[in-house]
């Protein structure tokens, strides 16, 4: 039985070291804001794939870290680019804007 938890702990130890080897220690953020000049209550989007922005377009601050950009989208499910990507540097706009997803990059 010993050996069977000895077992299982390492499985788990492997599972959580791939895991870490994989996502970012500290992936760029993109604080969405539903209010005008970006107030009320804020959203917070980390990690990778495509995230809605409906009814949070009243402003943003996306915050680069780990050489991961984000891209914006016309359309919701990250659809029609418009072409607007934040690559490597701290960006805030706190007015109105049309885009409805974002795709974080990994």
Do not use: W
């Not at 914006?72 to 701290?90: I, M, P, Q, V, W």
């Amino acid at each position: 039985m010993a050996t069977m938890g000895k077992l299982a702990a390492a499985a788990a130890l492997l599972v959580l070291l791939a895991v870490a080897l994989i996502v970012p220690a500290s992936a760029s953020t993109l604080t969405v804001f539903p209010g005008p000049g970006c107030s009320g209550r804020s959203k917070d989007i980390t990690g990778c794939g495509c995230f809605d922005l409906t009814g949070y377009q009243g402003g943003f601050h996306f915050v680069y870290t780990e050489e991961q950009e984000a891209v914006l989208y016309a359309d919701r499910h990250c659809k029609n680019s418009y072409g607007t990507r934040f690559l490597d540097e701290e960006t805030r706009y706190c007015r109105r804007f049309p885009f409805r997803s974002v795709e974080m990059v990994c």
